[in-house]
């Protein structure tokens, strides 16, 4: 995908070191791909699946060399103007993503509804 089309989803500093401390344990090649999929007590729901597989044409692609992170188009459509982030709270350890989109979320975060 287009240069352009990466600034309307973020990944903070804390998601891409979390990321890169995964993958570093990982096969070489190894990415972090994201999607929507239908489900979850909200609708929607986020999946986080570590691949080994080159980008497609329509992925939107992001991080660095040590944190890459796919995303579909399909997905993309949902996750406009998103925040992608790693919470190390006392309560415990979670990647979040910012929805502007999600009218609702369920109390864990994990899913939403547009």
Not at 20 to 29: C, D, L, R
């Amino acid at each position: 995908m287009n240069e352009q089309n990466m600034a309307k989803i973020t990944v903070t500093d804390s998601a891409l070191k979390q990321i890169a401390k995964i993958i570093a344990k990982e096969p070489k090649g190894t990415v972090l791909r994201i999607s929507v999929t239908g489900g979850g007590c909200s609708g929607f729901s986020y999946e986080y699946n570590l691949v080994q597989e080159k980008p497609n044409e329509d992925d939107l692609i992001l991080g660095n060399e040590k944190a890459r992170i796919l995303i579909d188009s399909l997905s993309l459509q949902f996750m406009q103007g998103s925040k992608i982030d790693f919470i190390d709270e006392l309560a415990g350890q979670s990647f979040q993503i910012d929805n502007p989109n999600a009218v609702a979320s369920c109390g864990c975060g994990s899913s939403f509804s547009l």
